[in-house]
């Protein structure tokens, strides 16, 4: 079986995202990760058991003895939530989420308040929570960092899983498995994903959501992804070079309307400012026709969806809220549930809970 513990940083570091798989397994073969840490982890009947358990927990959820139940799974569990970048979805569904399964939680949700501002390297801070707690959800604004924390506390007295709440510009792997959910369940009794087609629009290069979400689809069959956004901000090149790969149709355009009538569903995303090198610079770019309004819902067919991963600025216009076909509100919700499953699947509680009697 590979281990972290097999293998120094520098040689897992070089690996491409393939071969570091099966190094963050919980057993040899079973695919279910250990540490999440990229989409790249899941195919396709590892999605489809994780929406199985996240239908299951909802399920059980619904009686009150059900749902005591649930809090009884992981009630000898601590998990630990390090967001070290803004939030408020990923981190009140994470613990959402723990507190389903009984799990107790302690958080740290700015660096001014902890060890790190004396000057504490991060490696240290991440040793000092796997003292107290059994899981990390950590969301950074590094790209690679939830990656080095998981070998580092792999290769600990006390190893703990990592679950990546949200790394830089490059994975949001929580954030693809609720879209994937939902996506599921909006095309539950219509066919499936497959043969679909998926737009994406907004800010393509910045969003960590996208390159998620991109890689999922291709786990199914003959989905069809379109890339819309202006020039400066379009989806880049590591995510076409893996849809070319794949053999994945895809299509880069600048024409929503377009997109729109042609999509059975439309990502939208905000424009990822806080990424700006210089100042402004996003503000000079001319996004005005990259947003979805009254305009857009009339072209939009009467099965398909409206997704986003919020928070949204002016984006999706507020006229499209209470249309049966934005699924924003119940994408959030979603997440809570996907993310249970998955926090139970990482402690292998999976089967547990799958043949309950509730
Ligand atoms: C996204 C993120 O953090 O990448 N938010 C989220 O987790 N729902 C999208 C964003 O911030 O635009």
Redesign the pocket.
């Known amino acids: 079986m590979s281990r972290l513990t097999d293998i120094s940083w520098e040689d897992f570091e070089r690996l491409g995202l393939e071969a570091k798989k099966p190094y963050l397994e919980r057993f040899e073969g079973d695919g279910m990760p250990y540490h999440t840490l990229f989409a790249q982890q899941f195919d396709r009947a590892l999605l489809m058991r994780l929406c199985a358990l996240a239908n299951r927990i909802r399920f059980i959820n619904k009686s009150k003895e059900g749902a005591l139940y649930l809090k009884n799974v992981l009630a000898h569990k601590r998990a630990m939530l390090y967001f070290s970048q803004p939030?408020s979805?990923?981190f009140l569904s994470h613990l959402a989420a723990c507190q389903l399964l009984g799990i107790t939680t302690g958080s740290v949700r700015d660096a001014a308040t902890s060890s790190e501002f004396k000057g504490e390297s991060r490696e240290d801070s991440i040793r000092t929570f796997s003292s107290y707690f059994d899981m990390i959800i950590m969301r950074s604004p590094e790209q690679g960092l939830a990656e080095k924390m998981a070998w580092e506390l792999s290769n600990s007295e006390r190893p703990v899983p990592i679950l990546n709440a949200?790394s830089g510009k490059d994975q949001?792997p929580t954030?693809a498995l609720l879209d994937i959910y939902t996506l599921v369940r909006s095309f539950e009794r219509k066919g499936g994903i497959d043969g679909r087609t998926v737009t994406f629009c907004g800010d393509l290069k910045r969003?960590?959501?996208v390159r998620s979400l991109s890689y999922l689809l291709t786990d199914f069959r003959d989905v069809k992804q379109v890339f819309v956004a202006p020039p400066e901000l379009q989806v880049p090149d590591d995510v076409t070079a893996i849809l070319r790969e794949k053999g994945v149709r895809y299509e880069i355009s600048d024409d929503l309307r377009a997109a729109t009538r042609a999509s059975d569903a439309v990502y939208m995303?905000?424009i990822?400012d806080e990424w700006d090198n210089a100042k402004g610079e996003s503000a000079r770019i001319d996004t005005s026709r990259f947003k979805f309004g009254a305009e857009e819902l009339e072209l939009l067919g009467p099965d398909s969806i409206i997704m986003h991963?919020?928070?949204r600025r002016d984006e999706i216009a507020t006229c499209c809220d209470h249309d049966p076909r934005a699924m924003y509100w119940r994408q959030m919700r979603n997440g809570m549930w996907i993310r249970a499953a998955l926090i139970a699947s990482t402690f292998g509680f999976e089967r547990e809970i799958m043949d309950c009697g509730y």
Do not use: A
Request: net charge positive; glycine share 14%.
């Open positions: 939030s979805r990923t949200g949001h954030q969003g960590r959501t995303t905000r990822q991963p919020l928070p």
